[in-house]
């Protein structure tokens, strides 16, 4: 969608949320900055993909070299096995045969751990990678009593400009960054911060949530993964950003600035009807912006950023009882290292907060232990790294770049220090969300 004149009266305000929350602002003065890099552990299980037998396979044998490889990224990005090519403890033998894969794991002693019967090949590589990253997911299971993270899914934006005119759509994929496919059409609007509506047990994931500036302001929609043509979500007046939905499925969080300041609000949240009651003014500073919330995994805690102490960083608060005056609301202060943190995201084991913190000028990605309060740096180098988001697992992280012509997403886990680039091509991707 063209971004109309109709954001021209809005845009202080919007600059101010984005600005702050999103591009991180330069501060005036910096405090001393302790850098701490995350020690990951190297402590993962060896193992030994055998090439995979295909002299039966009426599939040609590249087809099936890239089947190969594709397992190989799974059975080696997901922060519990390590490929070798020497023998190990534990091998992996896939054979196909006419249109089927088989699979078994087998121990040093000869003996068959595991074995997944005959799964069928299509022939196509978007709907047969699936096959083998469910594959991939049953050999985390047999090996770890855990699932994997290789079936799951990612949204994001992609951002072009064409002949001046910018557009940001919304995207899934796989989680290596395959099979990705545009969701929303440029009717949809402007379209920043997605995220899934939190699934069902033992369900995928079947809508997600986004915000959009089609009626020239930004408001929060929901959309249907199937069909997805937004409807607005809340009947709240002003602007509404950085929305997130607890995994009870019954609460949004949001900020607004409805009532003159950029404020964090919730309120009472059904899939099927959306924003249900009038929202809550959860927490407001003098002169100051909130912005990026995130539900802890029980929905009775909040983290999210303020700039009330003169700087943006990350604090967490009880989600107090209703009626409670604001005057009496205290968040506590968790980021201290840095002085300019945004985007936390709460890990789904309930332990970590994963944020961008800005470290000797550049934005990497650190994570709070909550159990010990200790920060920690997690990635280094040049380029600027926003948006968090963590898988499942607790383990593995998603993440973007954020310069002047790179902005791709990338793939991290806190037992592997090398994140792994998982896109490519036109466009800017942004915002990236995990599917839980």
């Not at 967490?316 to 300019?340: A, Y």
């Amino acid at each position: 969608m063209k971004k109309s004149t109709r954001l021209a009266s809005h845009w202080p305000m919007i600059y101010r949320f984005l600005l702050f929350i999103f591009l991180s602002s330069l501060l005036a003065a910096e405090e001393q900055e302790l850098v701490v890099r995350l020690e990951t552990d190297n402590r993962l299980t060896p193992v030994q993909l055998i090439p995979i037998e295909a002299a039966q396979s009426a599939l040609p044998k590249d087809y099936v070299r890239q089947l190969e490889e594709v397992l190989r990224f799974d059975l080696g990005h997901n922060g519990a096995t390590q490929l070798t090519d020497k023998p190990v403890f534990y091998r992996i033998a896939c054979e196909v045969k006419e249109h089927h894969i088989s699979v078994r794991l087998f121990s040093s002693d000869g003996e068959e751990d595991f074995r997944l019967g005959q799964q069928h090949l299509s022939g196509y590589l978007s709907e047969d990678r699936k096959i083998i990253h469910r594959i991939a997911d049953a050999i985390h299971r047999a090996l770890f009593g855990a699932d994997g993270i290789a079936s799951t899914r990612l949204l994001y934006t992609v951002r072009t400009v064409e002949e001046k005119t910018e557009y940001s759509e919304i995207w899934q994929s796989d989680y290596d960054g395959a099979n990705a496919m545009q969701l929303t059409s440029r009717q949809a609007g402007y379209c920043i911060t997605p995220g899934y509506v939190p699934h069902l047990p033992g369900k995928q994931a079947e809508s997600f949530f986004y915000v959009s500036y089609k009626t020239g302001i930004p408001k929060v929609y929901i959309a249907s993964l199937g069909e997805p043509i937004g409807r607005k979500m809340l009947t709240l007046s002003g602007n509404q950003l950085m929305p997130a939905i607890n995994r009870q499925r019954d609460r949004i969080a949001f900020i607004s600035d409805v009532t003159g300041n950029p404020d964090l609000f919730i309120q009472e949240f059904s899939p099927e009807k959306g924003g249900i009651g009038k929202p809550r003014h959860l927490f407001s500073a003098r002169y100051a912006t909130q912005g990026s919330p995130t539900f802890s995994p029980d929905g009775f805690r909040l983290a999210f950023v303020s700039n009330k102490g003169g700087s943006p960083r990350v604090y967490l608060m009880n989600i107090p009882p209703q009626g409670t005056p604001l005057k009496e609301i205290e968040p506590i202060l968790v980021t201290k290292v840095n002085r300019e943190n945004t985007a936390p995201c709460w890990s789904p084991d309930g332990t970590k907060l994963a944020y961008c913190s800005k470290t000797k000028g550049v934005r990497q990605i650190w994570v709070y232990d909550l159990l010990t309060g200790v920060e920690r740096q997690l990635t280094d180098g040049p380029r600027n790294k926003e948006n968090p988001s963590w898988a499942s697992n607790s383990l593995h992280i998603v993440y973007n770049t954020s310069d002047a012509g790179n902005c791709e997403l990338y793939l991290i886990n806190l037992k592997q220090a090398k994140a792994v680039k998982i896109t490519s091509g036109a466009g800017e991707k942004r915002f990236p969300s995990w599917e839980l």
